[in-house]
């Protein structure tokens, strides 16, 4: 896991995934956590897909919380 990454946020890429852009946030599928435009995890985490704020709600996902 990457030092100072959130509980249950491993870092696996050193640039986002393809896809994403304005309104779309990136989803980590293992900790049910999202990540909006700007987040140091935004497309980056090990296991996750883009999506609308929206759906991502809708699908029971959590913003991430504090400083990221």
């Avoid at 140091?40 to 609308?52: D, L």
Wanted: aromatic residues 8%; positive net charge.
């Amino acid at each position: 896991m990457a030092t100072g990454a959130a509980k249950g946020e491993a870092v696996a890429k050193s640039s986002p995934a393809p896809g994403g852009g304005p309104g779309m946030v990136w989803v980590n599928t293992e900790s049910k956590i999202y990540h909006k435009e700007g987040s140091r995890f935004y497309g980056r985490t090990k296991k996750g897909q883009y999506m609308t704020e929206a759906d991502a709600m809708k699908a029971g996902y959590k913003a991430a919380r504090g400083k990221e």
